[in-house]
């Protein structure tokens, strides 16, 4: 998936090394921070990702999806089995060497794999966590379900789409978890830089 160019200037974030385990709410921000420079390392479960293959309706089976190659261009690939210790163990070995992880679990997942804010902190104390929910990973909505036309609607974006005369329509493929996460890294990177790590990880 990488796509690397002899010759071309780095980027603004040449030398940044993110690993992400990211659903499809994270796809275009792993792909902005390679384009951009960074060395950007998808961790995948045994057998690849699953949005890998075409899961549209009336897709036949094992086609790969035509979106992927353009939401994972520049990443590199890792397969690690985080159900299992020996894969959690490699991951924070991973993270060790990392400046930034961009997760997009359910609120809690990561902390009961042991692999939460606290753990990384624990190998890598200047490490950046950027977490892609619907509704952050505390408060009241953090375990309703969501897509990104809920949140878009509860933002209120969706008001300003579609024509007086009928109800509010969505666009027609998901912004809203796109690109906010590319932002949430590189805000909480400078922060960084001109001060002390953060003690909480940037919550999108």
């Known amino acids: 998936m990488t796509t690397d160019v002899p010759g ?3 980027g603004p974030l040449a030398g940044l090394r993110v690993l992400y385990l990211t659903t499809e709410r994270a796809w275009l921000s792993g792909r902005m921070l390679a384009d951009l420079g960074g060395v950007v390392t998808l961790v ?3 057998g690849g990702h699953p949005s890998r293959l075409d899961r549209r309706p009336g897709a036949p089976p094992g086609r790969p999806n035509p979106a992927w190659p353009a ?12 159900a299992r210790p020996g ?4 991951f924070l070995r991973l ?5 930034v992880v961009v997760e997009s679990y359910d609120p809690g997942t990561l902390q009961e794999r042991g692999l939460g804010h606290d753990a990384l902190a624990a190998v890598n104390p200047r490490i950046v966590l950027t977490s892609v929910t619907p509704f952050g990973r505390s408060g009241p909505y953090a375990r309703h379900a969501s897509a990104d036309l809920v949140v878009a609607a509860m933002g209120g974006a969706v008001w300003l789409n579609g024509d007086p005369d009928r109800a509010p329509v969505r666009i027609s493929a ?11 890294v590189v805000h909480t990177l400078v922060a960084r830089h001109v001060g002390p790590p953060a003690r909480q990880p940037a919550d999108r």
Do not use: C, I
């Open 8 to 10: 071309t200037t780095p």
């Open 87 to 90: 894969g959690r163990e490699l």
């Open 95 to 99: 993270a060790a060497g990392v400046d």
């Open 174 to 184: 998901d912004q809203y978890f796109l690109h906010a996460a590319a932002e949430a």
């Open 71 to 82: 939401f994972n261009r520049g990443k590199r690939s890792v397969t690690l089995d985080l």
């Open 44 to 46: 995948e479960p045994p």
